[in-house]
């Protein structure tokens, strides 16, 4: 952070409050789960020694943190005092005590209250590089009639008492010596009168290949918050992934069909307790990282889809693929990087990488998936069957039971093709689906995997990138 006066400090200190709800300080750990060091330390008297750790783990199972520190922290620990740590998320600071210590790690308990940031709501927004666009101007540049200080910069996250933004170099050294700002649009939408704000901090974004140049985040706060229905408009409004289909074939009648089924598909979900924990978690992963809910969405179009090309339309198989698509990765949803892991190919690229328990989970997804679909009473037939299948491959390389192509059922093999498609959607901008088709053949070439792939090839001028 970068401090102007002691004013700033004062801002800063006063932006934050006390949680005490435990789904919420969960949270903070599980969105702070990706950095792999955290700031810990402890006081003695007067004194406070930081304490370097290398590596941590969460079990939210059994409410525990476990931090590996470097050789010299290690013998710096002082079991018996409390410890201190602050969170990547929301800035979050907690005081918590050492349960058990060993040489090299130390165990911690997830404390009963935190406190974080204020303008930063857990109920936010958070948006790819280049997704979302505002416009400000930094007030103390301000002329009459002049647009010189107005700048474009990205939306990182938002909520209706603050944001993140991502400023270029060129704007960074103007808006850090001029922290009071105006927006004079948000994602288009031009505000009827500026909305000022108060930039807080400054820190630099970590460089990412895809992205050209240096780049800062600017913590802003919202003097006056925005309305619920703005927010509301914002959740609504189409990503860019799902903005890049063109489905010619779907009618309005048919569109509205699939809606329907995806609402009634999370209604039930919703009044399961069992199965609604999966739509939290969903939702917690949101607010770090869109992939997750995109995916799923992306997955139910696809999917819906290739049924109606294959004539294989009816309610109860759209019910299947919708609830299928909804739950395959539920296993997976507390190591949100195991769903972007496809098949044991890619497993095996990363498997050093995970820990024991992490490799154990995602090969063993497949059957917790089935699992929880066969506790479940309203789940559509033959829906626990799929999420057994959806790694399975034509030619027996999957898991977990190995499977040929004849042993798969039809909407099971529909979704494993979906599936893959899915992901290609997900992961290249410039995606084809006559490139993706050709890539594919080899892999699906034998009996209702073949069928699939051929009426693709025929549909291919109906779904398209925009």
């Not at 706060?221 to 063109?246: A, C, G, M, Y």
């Not at 989970?361 to 057994?388: C, G, H, N, R, V």
């Not at 070439?445 to 009426?455: D, M, R, S, V």
């Amino acid at each position: 952070m970068f401090y102007d006066n002691g004013m700033l400090k004062d801002l800063i200190l006063n932006s934050y409050k006390k949680c005490i709800s435990f789904k919420e300080i969960l949270e903070a750990f599980v969105k702070s789960h990706h950095t792999e060091s955290l700031m810990v330390w402890q006081k003695h008297h007067d004194n406070r020694s930081v304490l370097w750790a290398k590596t941590w783990e969460l079990n939210h199972h059994n409410e525990r943190v476990v931090i590996f520190l470097d050789e010299k922290s290690a013998e710096a620990i002082d079991p018996k005092s409390p410890v201190y740590i602050k969170l990547p998320f929301r800035e979050a600071i907690l005081k918590t005590t050492i349960e058990a210590y060993s040489k090299g790690c130390f165990f911690l308990k997830i404390p009963t209250e935190i406190f974080w940031r204020e303008f930063r709501e857990s109920s936010r927004l958070i948006f790819e590089m280049g997704e979302r666009v505002a416009e400000l101007r930094a007030t103390q540049l301000m002329t009459k009639n002049d647009n010189s200080g107005n700048y474009k910069v990205f939306i990182k996250d938002i909520s209706k008492s603050g944001m993140a933004i991502l400023i270029p170099e060129s704007h960074y050294h103007i808006l850090k010596s001029n922290r009071q700002i105006e927006f004079l649009s948000i994602d288009g939408s031009v505000m009827l009168s500026p909305k000022p704000a108060q930039i807080v901090y400054f820190q630099k974004e970590k460089k990412d290949l895809n992205i050209k140049g240096t780049w800062y985040r600017a913590g802003v706060k919202l003097l006056r918050p925005l309305s619920d229905d703005f927010i509301e408009k914002l959740h609504k409004s189409e990503s860019q992934v799902l903005k890049s289909l063109t489905i010619d074939c779907f009618s309005e009648d048919f569109k509205n069909v699939v809606e329907k089924e995806v609402e009634t598909t999370l209604k039930k979900i919703k009044k399961n307790p069992a199965l609604s924990k999966y739509l939290d978690q969903i939702e917690i992963s949101r607010n770090e990282d869109l992939y997750i809910e995109e995916h799923i969405k992306v997955l139910c179009i696809v999917c819906s889809f290739m049924a109606r090309a294959m004539n294989w339309v009816t309610d109860l198989s759209l019910q299947k693929l919708i609830y299928v698509s909804y739950l395959h990765d539920a296993p997976l949803l507390n190591v949100p990087k195991l769903t972007k892991i496809s098949n044991l190919r890619e497993f095996d690229k990363v498997k050093g990488k995970l820990t024991p328990d992490e490799q154990k989970l995602f090969l063993t997804s497949p059957e917790k998936a089935f699992a929880i679909a066969l506790a479940d009473d309203t789940a559509p037939p033959d829906a626990p069957q799929m999420l057994l299948m959806q790694k399975e491959l034509p030619d027996g390389s999957g898991f977990p039971r190995r499977l040929s192509a004849q042993k798969i059922t039809p909407l099971a093999a529909i979704f494993i093709v979906g599936h893959d498609l899915t992901n290609e959607i997900m992961s290249k901008k410039d995606w084809s689906l006559e490139v993706w088709l050709e890539k594919v053949k080899p892999t699906y070439k034998i009996g209702q995997f073949a069928k699939i792939i051929e009426t693709l090839e025929n549909s291919k001028h109906l779904f398209k990138r925009r």
